[in-house]
Structure formats: structure tokens, C-alpha cells
């Protein structure tokens, strides 16, 4: 049974960074790509950004481009999103979630659409106020 736990949310004022984590547990990091979302409150669910399973590979909504980065440690089975110059507007519940892809022709593969992501962690919320 794959588990993602996210940590690092918080109360932030606008301007500063956060560093959200997400540990894996349960499966073979390697063979996931990796992914943020977010969800606002009164809002969708979105995409932030994605890491494949190389770690070569990102990509992130236009929304977030130059204030953050989607890195991932296999060694300490960890992906992690470090956000800088944080505004009000990144006020949400950050999900961290994960793809399972097993095929070499995967290794550089990010994602965007939840649907393509097999496991889900429980959120962690990031407030940010101004």
C-alpha cells in the first residue's frame, strides 16, 4: 500500500517561502513521477508542478514559474516543492501525489491531469497572508 505524507504547510506572510515535503512509503519511489497540487477554498483542485521519475524533467503552471521548484531526493524517498515570494493567491491545501509508471520509456515523463496520478497524499495547508 503506496502512502504520501506531506509536511512543511503554514502561515506565511507575502513575500516569504515554504518548503512543503512529501514522503513516500509503501512502493518503489523510483518508478514514480511526482506532482503538486493545490485546492483553493471554493475552487478545483489544480496543478503546480511535476518532477519525473529521472528528476530531469519539470514542469509547473505558468502561475508558479520562477517562485517555484519541484525537486525529489530517491535516496530519502522525498519530493519536495520549495516556494518562494509567496503571495495570497497561493493560499490553498497542497496535495502531493504520484504516478506510476514502470516502463524505461517513462523515466523522463511529467504529468499535469490528476487523472493520471495513482496515489494521493492528505494535503497540507499554506496560508499566506498579506
Known amino acids: 500500500q503506496v502512502r504520501l505524507v506531506e509536511s512543511g504547510g503554514g502561515l506565511v506572510q507575502a513575500g516569504g517561502s515554504l518548503r512543503l515535503s512529501c514522503a513516500a512509503s509503501?512502493?518503489?519511489?523510483?518508478?514514480?513521477?511526482m506532482g503538486w497540487f493545490r485546492q483553493a477554498p471554493g475552487k478545483e483542485r489544480e496543478f503546480v508542478a511535476a518532477i519525473s521519475r529521472s528528476g530531469a524533467a519539470t514542469y509547473y503552471v505558468d502561475s508558479v514559474k520562477g517562485r517555484f521548484t519541484i525537486s525529489r531526493n530517491n535516496a530519502k524517498i522525498t519530493v519536495y516543492l520549495q516556494m518562494n515570494s509567496l503571495n495570497p493567491e497561493d493560499t490553498a491545501v497542497y496535495y502531493c501525489?504520484?504516478?506510476?509508471?514502470?516502463?524505461?520509456?517513462?523515466?523522463?515523463?511529467?504529468?499535469?491531469?490528476?487523472?493520471?496520478?495513482?496515489?494521493w497524499g492528505q494535503g497540507t495547508q499554506v496560508t499566506v497572508s498579506s
Open positions: 501525489a504520484a504516478a506510476e509508471r514502470r516502463g524505461l520509456e517513462y523515466y523522463y515523463a511529467t504529468y499535469h491531469n490528476q487523472g493520471e496520478y495513482d496515489y
Open positions: 509503501g512502493g518503489t519511489f523510483s518508478t514514480f513521477a
